[in-house]
């Protein structure tokens, strides 16, 4: 492995919002009424920009110069890679909200384990560090039921899930299932789809359409618009768009420290669009990644053990993957989060 190089591994947060009941006219827009230079100045706080952006009926999103931003009318996910200051956004995003008449109802915060810890900047070298700063910028009358997790797998204890949850309600409030999924050492032949040609005049724009049509990551969702972006000279991201779903991969393809996410929120009782397995098995099948964990948090919707088992069926019979390690644990007002780890069934 490199001595230091680029960190994939994102950080994430999201917060979600009420309308405060003595509004009265209450413009369904919401946060997205945030115009995009107040969105701009928390992003500098953050060290990161905006590079594209699509938006349709239902939410707003940006891909980033390190990862991600989606706006809903309450609710904003945000997650950023390399040494940003993701925490920095906290307290802006409450205040912006609050300019609209929103309340923050719940806050969740969660990464995997950096592949290069010791070029965190403070307080991203300590997951406890991390947690104060989350509490200290979270406001004190509210979100009561708040707890910190350290998932970690028996058979890879350096490849954590930390978990942070604020909640001013013992229920989740939002029937969604969001899937995040970390991949490292990746087949090399697949990462060579997400280096630019030498002498490729494409722009970013260009350059990112034809990376998605030669890996094959516009067939996870025929159905989403993807709005994607390519870095030079190498790397990758893109924000899926369909209906009120979003989807996100980020892409880090340098040999040594190659690392892929794939992230996607949906429901497990619509309209038949979203098998996780499936969903999942295509993600991974354009990576070929040595090493994967998935980490799955049921927000309004019961944990499903027989979805959790047929993802640990469909990933070893597609993809030869076994799960080497099931982990559970449940968040007052933030619903169930299961942490599953693979690797090859070779090894």
């Not at 006219?25 to 701009?40: A, H, Q, T, V, Y």
């Not at 997650?79 to 909200?97: D, W, Y």
């Not at 991390?130 to 708040?146: Q, W, Y």
Request: proline share 4%; aromatic share 10%.
């Amino acid at each position: 492995m490199a001595v230091s190089g680029f960190e994939g591994f994102e950080k994430r947060l999201e917060l979600r919002f009420f309308h405060d009941n003595s509004t009265p006219n209450k413009n369904p827009m919401g946060l997205r009424l945030i115009d995009f230079e107040s969105l701009d100045q928390v992003l500098t706080q953050v060290q990161c920009t905006v590079v594209s952006a699509v938006a349709n009926r239902s939410f707003d999103a940006y891909v980033l110069s390190e990862s991600s931003l989606f706006v809903y009318p309450t609710k904003i996910i945000i997650k950023t890679c390399g040494t940003t200051q993701l925490l920095k956004s906290i307290r802006p995003f409450i205040h912006l909200a609050r300019t609209l008449n929103l309340t923050l109802r719940a806050c969740r915060y969660s990464r995997g384990s950096f592949i290069f810890p010791n070029s965190q900047p403070f307080p991203y070298t300590s997951f406890e560090d991390e947690v104060v700063i989350v509490e200290d910028s979270l406001p004190k009358e509210s979100l009561r039921h708040r707890k910190a997790s350290v998932m970690t797998p028996s058979n890879n204890t350096s490849r954590a899930w930390h978990v942070f949850t604020a909640s001013a309600d013992v229920e989740p409030d939002e029937s969604v299932v969001v899937v995040e999924v970390c991949m490292t050492e990746l087949d090399r032949v697949n990462a060579r789809s997400f280096f630019r040609r030498k002498g490729d005049e494409k722009n970013s724009d260009s350059a990112g359409k034809e990376m998605t049509r030669l890996s094959g990551i516009d067939m996870i969702n025929e159905n989403a618009f993807i709005c994607d972006f390519a870095f030079d000279p190498c790397g990758y991201s893109m924000n899926g768009v369909d209906g009120d779903r979003y989807s996100t991969i980020h892409v880090t393809p340098e040999d040594g420290f190659s690392y892929a996410s794939f992230e996607c929120g949906l429901s497990l009782y619509d309209d038949g669009r979203g098998d996780i397995a499936e969903v999942l098995s295509r993600a991974i099948d354009v990576f070929r990644p040595s090493c994967v964990s998935i980490a799955t948090t049921y927000g309004g919707e019961d944990y499903d053990r027989e979805v959790t088992k047929r993802v640990e069926r469909v990933l070893a019979k597609k993809l030869g993957l076994k799960c080497r390690s099931r982990l559970m644990d449940e968040f007052p007002g933030s619903g169930t989060v299961v942490f599953q780890s693979f690797t090859p069934r070779r090894r």
